[in-house]
């Protein structure tokens, strides 16, 4: 029996998915990584990176599908795991900078970090990098909401229900996300 698969819900999806139909997952990674991608871009604050760390979240989605709650918005879990293969990665980055400072100088050059070209910083382009730049900066507890409200449109109590805490503390993690995001953008 086939299925018209973009009838299906994410509900259903997930159901086939896990009953072994690989086209079913397929289907929720075309629905679902425009938006995985935006968000993880947003929360690491580079282009390439980005699509690296949403392929990762992928993957994990696929081994965790088990455990996926059909209770809850397919969309809230995979945020969930975008944000933490966000996490990851960038643990491992500062991983990586550590290491890197602690080599000799004439071996630390070639474990350096990438550079931005410049043609990728010119024109419109160059606010949306200072921005994302900025966004980058500003510590998980803040950029998280700032991201899934902001950015990705979810409300505030799908955003406290992704993190895990209260519509209160999102509502203020966001004032204070928005000062500090323009206090950085000031001082550039």
């Not at 259903?12 to 990584?33: K, P, Y």
């Not at 990586?96 to 910083?121: C, G, I, N, Q, W």
């Not at 203020?172 to 953008?185: D, S, T």
Request: charged share 30%; glycine share 6%; proline share 2%.
């Amino acid at each position: 029996m086939t299925h018209d698969l973009t009838d299906c819900s994410d509900n259903e999806l997930t159901a086939l998915a896990l009953a072994g139909q690989q086209t079913a997952f397929g289907e929720l990674v075309r629905r679902h990584q425009g938006w995985v991608f935006r968000l993880v871009r947003s929360h690491i604050g580079d282009s390439e990176e980005a699509v690296d760390v949403t392929q990762a979240s992928f993957i994990a989605a696929v081994g965790a599908l088990r455990r996926y709650d059909g209770e809850r918005l397919f969309r809230a879990w995979l945020s969930r795991i975008a944000i933490n293969k966000c996490k990851d990665w960038r643990r491992r980055r500062n991983v990586r900078r550590l290491f890197a400072f602690a080599l000799p100088m004439d071996e630390a050059y070639s474990v350096s970090e990438k550079t931005p070209d410049a043609e990728r910083v010119l024109g419109a382009n160059q606010d949306l990098a200072r921005t994302m730049s900025a966004i980058a900066e500003l510590p998980g507890t803040l950029k998280e909401p700032l991201i899934l409200r902001t950015i990705e449109g979810y409300s505030e109590a799908e955003t406290a229900q992704i993190l895990g805490i209260s519509q209160k503390a999102v509502e203020m993690r966001l004032y204070r996300a928005r000062v500090r995001l323009l206090a950085i953008l000031q001082e550039s």
